[in-house]
Nanobody
């Protein structure tokens, strides 16, 4: 069965860094976009970053220049390197796999088929 498991979240001070990992199992997702979303309390889940099947990347304006998404298809894993973290980055971070075969990066929640259970990122000031 398909399963995505995030890890790497935690508590970090503003300006610090974290590296999130998401390991997928049950299928190979090398031909699908993978993305990261986040959801803060009381807010809707929002797009953070995505990487297409061919490695193209896309970022929300709020994280551009600070976060880097990457994938290792051999490990069926997607990463999110988060630098210069801000308190407003505090949220539960979710990884996801896109619906479309060889799709480009997607920004909408509806464009993703599988989701992890999330990992908490808390940035203190």
């Amino acid at each position: 069965q398909v399963q995505l498991v995030e890890s790497g979240g935690g508590l970090v001070q503003a300006g610090g860094s974290l590296r999130l990992s998401c390991v997928a199992s049950g299928r190979t997702f090398s031909n699908y976009a993978m993305g990261w979303f986040r959801q803060a309390p009381g807010k809707e889940r929002e797009f953070v970053a995505a990487v297409s099947w061919n490695g193209s990347t896309d970022y929300a304006d709020s994280v551009k220049g600070r976060f880097t998404i990457s994938r290792d298809n051999a490990k069926n894993t997607v990463y999110l390197q988060m630098n210069s973290l801000k308190p407003e980055d505090t949220a539960v971070y979710y990884c996801a796999v896109g619906y479309r075969y060889r799709g480009t990066f997607e920004r909408a929640v509806r464009d993703y088929a599988y989701w992890g259970q999330g990992t908490q990122v808390t940035v203190s000031s």
